[in-house]
């Protein structure tokens, strides 16, 4: 995959598993992830060393996701709040 997360990401409301593991995707992981309350395991791991990768703050909306028990952002440049 590649281009950027879409903010129409929490309109999937129902799911519970999304892995993007070793992924082209930019840009920023968008604040309606946090719609995403059934979700059990994220992953977006990046690749290494790769020239796009997302990047910036991990999103707060983080905190709504009450059944997340795996959570891999690794190889991202994300950085906390």
Do not use: C, W
Request: glycine share 8%; no cysteine.
């Amino acid at each position: 995959l590649n281009g950027t997360v879409p903010q129409t990401i929490g309109k999937l409301t129902s799911l519970k598993k999304l892995q993007l593991q070793l992924n082209k995707l930019s840009g920023t992981i968008p604040e309606e992830i946090g719609e995403l309350t059934q979700l059990s395991i994220f992953e977006l791991h990046g690749k290494h060393k790769q020239k796009m990768s997302v990047r910036g703050t991990i999103p707060t909306a983080l905190d709504k996701l009450t059944n997340l028990r795996h959570l891999d952002l690794q190889e991202n440049y994300l950085k906390m709040e």
